[in-house]
């Protein structure tokens, strides 16, 4: 099993990238930390970003997935996976349902 994994630390906010069964180029791995920056820039309390990145079933569309973990020390851990033709899509989709997750665990402080 091929997994390939990239630290990178923004600010105060890590970030861990993993991909599994193929390499990520370094455009992706650009893709996925500009897209967590700004995630990180609306929520500071971010800590902590674990994103793995896989091809499910590899002959069919539709075979990217993109899990997102982000730990805050102020609730429990978000989590998002979604799968979509292309990691980047996956990654906005998956970014995008953090936000509304991070909105709620903000209004329930």
């Known amino acids: 099993m091929l997994i390939q994994e990239q630290l990178k630390k923004e600010d105060d906010m890590e ?16 893709f996925v930390n500009k897209k967590l920056e700004k995630l990180a820039r609306r929520n500071e309390e971010i800590t902590l970003a674990e994103v793995t990145l896989k091809v499910v079933k590899p002959e069919t569309a539709m075979n990217k997935e993109a899990g997102i973990k982000l730990v805050l020390p102020s609730c429990s851990d978000l989590f998002a996976s979604k799968i979509a033709d292309t990691f980047e899509e996956a990654v906005d989709v998956a970014i995008e349902a953090l936000e509304r997750q991070l909105e709620k665990a903000k209004k329930d402080k």
């Open 15 to 30: 970030v861990k990238i993993k991909s599994i069964h193929f390499d990520a180029s370094e455009k992706l791995e650009g």
